[in-house]
């Protein structure tokens, strides 16, 4: 897949160097990890060691930059671990995006960008086994608008999915991306860190479901070992879990009502 090039480029034509660098770098069928209201939080680099895969790249989403201010330098530090933004490039879309921040899926509207920013951000990571960099493109979208309109309409394919804290209630969001899980399937996802908040819209699922004809992929859930287990990431206790994919089989509401289930119950 060319997604990197085919949906995005430099807002300065001076720096679509960087953009071809990016898609050398991670080549045409990457891993990806995405985590939806990331803030400026920056520790699912850190944490993603826990799984199999290692994600290539990372999709951080946020709906307002009003309180996400990215600027380079640290960001992350915990004392054995440290997290330093070093570049920072804008990118935009190709082509235009259906963008809508939907009043009924946020608290703060008002708060969001007019149009959909775009951040390339290059990470380094530094802790006891060595120095690492990771790129990290920060859109600055509201969570399900980026799931409908770019990962299942572009037929993006996730490695990871991450909740963590997402925020609703006092957090900003009305509208919980717990939705997601519905389409873990469709993303051939492998590996979810999550709390046990959820809160899913059924009505929400069929219709993203129907406007893209969709027929979601049957899947489960199984905790690997004691690894899979964060006991505090932000006040939540946070599992990683293995999805494991069932192709032949359609997930019915049955099947994701167990699913639901066990992300409340670990």
Same mark, same amino acid.
């Given at each position: 897949m060319t997604m990197?090039?085919?949906?995005?480029?430099?807002?300065?034509?001076q720096d679509e160097n960087i953009v071809d660098e990016l898609q050398r770098q991670i080549g045409h069928t990457p891993n990806i990890a995405w985590y939806p209201s990331a803030g400026l939080d920056f520790r699912d680099l850190i944490e993603v060691n826990r799984t199999k895969i290692e994600p290539d790249i990372f999709f951080h989403t946020d709906y307002s930059s009003n309180w996400v201010e990215l600027k380079c330098g640290l960001v992350f530090n915990?004392?054995?671990?440290?997290? !330093?933004?070093?570049? +920072?490039?804008? @990118?935009k879309f190709k082509k235009k995006v259906n963008y809508i921040v939907n009043p009924n899926y946020v608290d703060f509207p008002d708060h969001a960008n007019p149009l959909p920013k775009i951040y390339l951000l290059d990470?380094?990571?530094?802790?006891?086994?060595?120095?690492?960099?990771?790129?990290?493109?920060?859109? !600055?979208?509201?969570? +399900?608008?980026? @799931?409908?309109?770019?990962?299942?309409?572009?037929?993006?394919?996730?490695?990871?999915f991450i909740k963590v804290r997402e925020g609703c209630g006092m957090g900003g969001n009305r509208k919980s991306i717990s939705i997601a899980y519905a389409f873990l399937g469709e993303l051939k996802v492998k590996h979810i860190l999550i709390d046990n908040e959820e809160h899913t819209d059924k009505e929400l699922i069929n219709s993203i479901t129907h406007k893209h004809n969709l027929r979601p992929i049957k899947f489960d859930l199984r905790n690997p070992s004691q690894r899979g287990i964060i006991s505090d990431w932000s006040g939540y206790r946070v599992k990683v879990l293995d999805v494991t994919l069932t192709p032949e089989a359609p997930l019915s509401n049955e099947d994701l009502d167990i699913i639901l289930i066990k992300i409340r119950g670990y």
């Open positions: 990197i090039k085919s949906l995005l480029k430099a807002v300065s034509e915990d004392e054995r671990t440290k997290v !330093f933004i070093d570049r +920072i490039t804008e @990118l990470l380094i990571v530094e802790s006891g086994f060595g120095e690492i960099r990771k790129p990290v493109l920060y859109f !600055f979208m509201e969570n +399900i608008n980026f @799931l409908d309109e770019i990962l299942l309409k572009n037929k993006i394919n996730l490695s990871h």
